[in-house]
């Protein structure tokens, strides 16, 4: 399976995979200055949800990039509350407590 595969699952069912979160697409490898979040949610408390997608084992590069996009966001929306996932077939041990304390 691609990672665009991965993606586009996510997008169409994501109340199979984030139960209960009550989750609305806005967008899908939404643009923002030049960088591309691949999936763009809205929670039922009406928050946003920022998704990397990663194929394979996260990097460490991948939790600079959402947060990148956390940030572009936020300049734009300071009033927003937004939130941040990663997905990836392997999240690392060391690589998963380290996003968890920082809040995503």
Request: proline share 2%.
């Amino acid at each position: 399976m691609l990672e665009k595969d991965i993606e586009n699952l996510i997008a169409e069912h994501p109340d199979d995979i984030f139960l209960g979160e009550g989750f609305r697409l806005v967008s899908q490898q939404y643009t923002i200055e030049g960088k591309r979040i691949d999936i763009l949610f809205e929670d039922k408390w009406n928050r946003k949800v920022i998704v990397e997608v990663k194929r394979g084992i996260l990097n460490r590069e991948a939790s600079g990039q959402v947060a990148e996009y956390y940030g572009l966001l936020k300049s734009r929306n300071q009033d927003e509350f937004y939130e941040m996932i990663l997905c990836a077939n392997i999240i690392p041990k060391e690589r998963r407590l380290f996003l968890e304390n920082i809040g995503i």
